[in-house]
């Protein structure tokens, strides 16, 4: 009985068109991936922690991992139930706030008279109407949230259980899933694809972990700040301060301006202050936070952890915004950092060049056949080596041989013999020469 063996074509084939299945398989899914994709990007955070704690106390992973379901899952209800209200009730009051920004502006734009000679007195009552139903129109939305919708509820516990049954393996079996993605490489090649597996992980770990805690960090000094100059809706404008964090130039300015706007345009200012005042005094204290998030925090935690241009950066958060929305603007970047880890390792095999393939040839060694097997074993860049005097080598039919195998096989070949004979017949036939005394 025979066994089939695929030609190189035939393998080739067989590599696009699974490529191709899998792209197709991806496209027509891409709607079941959140709760995987949420999943990863928890299993990247906890890792870590689950290792260090597991490494410390002898206690079984599985046991750190239940614990730390437990300690989130009370975080969050701790949050809903005490916290949620206050977010819920100062984004509704924000909202229906801004109407009546627009009017204050308005009204003192009306009153600069310079902006009438230059004919460019606002006209904001469409403006400010549109606001105020659109205001209405998001506060009716967010005092229905609460109704049940149990097509919406039954996908979102199907999704919750998927991330907590996917999250729980990787954070099981984070070691064997990297030890069977390593175990798909042939052996040869296992120790560099660990080395880039190694690269990767440590850059999605790291920027997954640091942004996470920069967006913590931010939210509560921000929260700090607003509440201490006693300004309006301080909570729901430090978590929003702390998500903006994750828009480099973009979103600190936008937080900053949307704290200033709120402290400008609020009915009364603390430490009988005018507004104007705790508006500068507001975004002073912006300015102070950003120094200090460039000079302690993100030098801290991030550092260059992902390597990329910021207007690259900033392209790629808005297209992950885009395509994922809130998962996108989370992944983007770490998915770019990964996209460019692997671009910079094939793009060093495309330009590098093959190392040398010594092939010695003894005495009495047939050099057309030494020559066939390495070209068999795959060398493509070729040293015949000859130390000692062959008398094949001092035969104008080997080198005619030679030189039929080197044309079909494509082969750069180059001959090393310290006998004058093989060296003169070896350059009549365009074979390049080495001096073995030089």
Do not use: C
Request: glycine share 6%; proline share 5%.
């Amino acid at each position: 009985m025979r066994e089939i063996r695929f030609s190189d074509r035939a393998k080739a084939t067989t590599l696009w068109l699974s490529a191709a299945l899998l792209l197709f398989l991806l496209y027509e899914t891409a709607h079941l991936l959140p709760p995987f994709l949420w999943a990863i990007v928890a299993a990247y955070i906890f890792h870590p922690l689950v290792s260090f704690m597991a490494r410390q106390t002898g206690v079984p992973r599985a046991v750190w991992v239940i614990l730390i379901y437990i300690a989130v899952f009370s975080g969050i209800a701790w949050t809903i139930i005490n916290v949620g209200p206050v977010i819920r009730s100062q984004t509704i009051a924000l909202v229906r706030s801004g109407p009546a920004a627009l009017a204050q502006v308005e009204q003192f734009a009306r009153q600069q008279p310079i902006l009438g000679d230059l004919g460019l007195q606002p006209e904001l009552g469409q403006l400010e109407r549109e606001a105020a139903a659109r205001a209405d129109d998001i506060a009716a939305v967010a005092q229905r949230m609460a109704l049940p919708i149990i097509e919406r509820l039954a996908e979102s516990a199907i999704n919750l259980f998927i991330f907590l049954v996917t999250t729980f393996y990787l954070l099981l079996n984070a070691e064997r899933v990297k030890a069977s993605l390593i175990g798909l490489a042939p052996r040869p090649y296992q120790h560099e694809i660990e080395g880039l597996l190694r690269r990767i992980n440590d850059s999605l770990g790291a920027y997954l972990r640091s942004q996470l805690l920069l967006v913590v960090v931010m939210s509560t000094a921000t929260f700090v700040f607003l509440s201490i100059v006693q300004v309006e809706y301080a909570l729901v404008i430090g978590i929003l301060t702390g998500f903006l964090e994750l828009i480099p130039f973009i979103g600190p300015y936008s937080a900053g301006a949307i704290a200033v706007s709120v402290a400008l345009f609020q009915g009364t200012a603390p430490f009988g202050w005018s507004s104007l005042t705790l508006a500068i005094a507001v975004a002073v204290g912006y300015f102070v936070l950003r120094q200090l998030e460039d000079t302690l925090i993100i030098p801290t935690l991030i550092g260059r952890v992902v390597h990329l241009n910021p207007i690259l950066v900033i392209f790629v958060l808005m297209s992950g915004a885009t395509i994922g929305g809130i998962l996108g603007l989370l992944i983007a970047v770490p998915v770019a950092a990964v996209i460019r880890i692997l671009a910079q390792y094939l793009y060093t095999k495309v330009l590098s060049r093959e190392p040398p393939y010594v092939v010695p040839i003894g005495s009495l060694d047939d050099p057309v056949q030494r020559l066939l097997e390495a070209a068999d074993a795959g060398a493509k860049r070729l040293v015949l080596v000859s130390p000692d005097s062959n008398p094949a080598l001092q035969q104008t039919g080997t080198y005619q041989k030679l030189a039929r195998v080197i044309s079909t096989e494509d082969l750069d070949v180059t001959f090393i013999s310290s006998d004058t004979i093989a060296r003169g017949l070896a350059q009549t036939h365009g074979m390049r020469l080495v001096n073995p005394a030089a």
